[in-house]
C-alpha cells in the first residue's frame, strides 16, 4: 500500500478482555515499530522488529503486552488482560532496513485509539 | 537518557503570521525528524533532517546538530496548520528507536 495501514481504528475493551492490533507496514519496509501515546503526550517506544525478528523490546510496560511479526510484514500488538492504564492510541511506524542503512526515516500510520472501560 | 525539550509549549497566531519552534535535545543524534499531528491525530512527516537545512514550501527546519538544537520555521501560517508539531531523535543508545519531544500546540485563528 502507499502508506502504513492499521486497524482496527477504534477499539473499546471491558477491563479484561484480550485485544490484537493489527499494523501493515508500507512495502518493502523491512523495520517496525511500535509506540505509544497517551492523551497530551508524544509518542513513547514499545518494541522494534527487524523483519520477523522482534529486537528490542524494552519499552513494553509489562508481559501483559505481545508482539509479533510471524512472516515479517504484517505485525500485531496483543494485550492480554486489558487495564484502564492500557487506554491510548497506538502507533504503528516502519522505514528501510536499519541493518544496512543509517537512513531512519520512520512513517506513521494513522493509530488504533484502544479505550478500556 | 536523552531528554527533548521544545519550546514553545502552546501557540496562539492569527492567519499569515510567521512563527519558530525550537528543539533542544541533551545528547548527540543521528536522526532528528519533525512531524505534524493533526487534529485526526495523524503523525506527518515534515522534515527528516539530522543536520542543515531544508525548505519545503512555507516550511524550513534547521538543525545543528554539535550545538543539539533544531529549528522548525513556518512562514505566513494557515489555519490547517493548526495541531501540534512534535520533535523526535533517535535515540543514541543505537537502538533505532526514537524519543520524542513534549511538543507544540500550534492554534492558527482566521
Known amino acids: 500500500g502507499a502508506g502504513v495501514s492499521q486497524s482496527p481504528r477504534y477499539k473499546v475493551a471491558k477491563r479484561g478482555q484480550d485485544v490484537a492490533l493489527r499494523c501493515d507496514p508500507i512495502s518493502g519496509h523491512v523495520s517496525l515499530f511500535w509506540y505509544q501515546q497517551a492523551l497530551g503526550q508524544g509518542p513513547e517506544f514499545l518494541t522494534y522488529f527487524q523483519n520477523e525478528a522482534q529486537l528490542d523490546k524494552s519499552g513494553l510496560p509489562s508481559d501483559r503486552f505481545f508482539a509479533e511479526r510471524p512472516e515479517g510484514s504484517v505485525s500485531t500488538l496483543k494485550i492480554q488482560r486489558t487495564q484502564q492504564e492500557d487506554s491510548a492510541v497506538y502507533l504503528c511506524a516502519s522505514s528501510l532496513d536499519l541493518a544496512i542503512i543509517t537512513y531512519n526515516e520512520q512513517f506513521f500510520g494513522p493509530g488504533t485509539r484502544l479505550t478500556v472501560l | 537518557g536523552i531528554q527533548v525539550e521544545q519550546s514553545p509549549p502552546d501557540l496562539i497566531l492569527q492567519e499569515g503570521a510567521n512563527s519558530t519552534l525550537r528543539c533542544n535535545f541533551s545528547?548527540?543524534?543521528?536522526?532528528l525528524q519533525w512531524f505534524h499531528q493533526n487534529p485526526w491525530g495523524q503523525l506527518i512527516n515534515l522534515f527528516y533532517?539530522?543536520?542543515g537545512t531544508k525548505q519545503n514550501g512555507r516550511l524550513s527546519a534547521t538543525t545543528v546538530a554539535t550545538e543539539r538544537y533544531s529549528l522548525l520555521y513556518i512562514s505566513s501560517s494557515q489555519t490547517t496548520d493548526s495541531g501540534v508539531y512534535f520533535c523526535?531523535?533517535?535515540?543514541?543508545?543505537?537502538?533505532?528507536?526514537?524519543?520524542f519531544g513534549t511538543g507544540t500546540r500550534l492554534k492558527v485563528l482566521a
Open positions: 533532517i539530522p543536520s
Open positions: 545528547d548527540s543524534v543521528n536522526n
Open positions: 523526535a531523535v533517535e535515540d543514541p543508545s543505537g537502538t533505532y528507536k526514537y524519543i
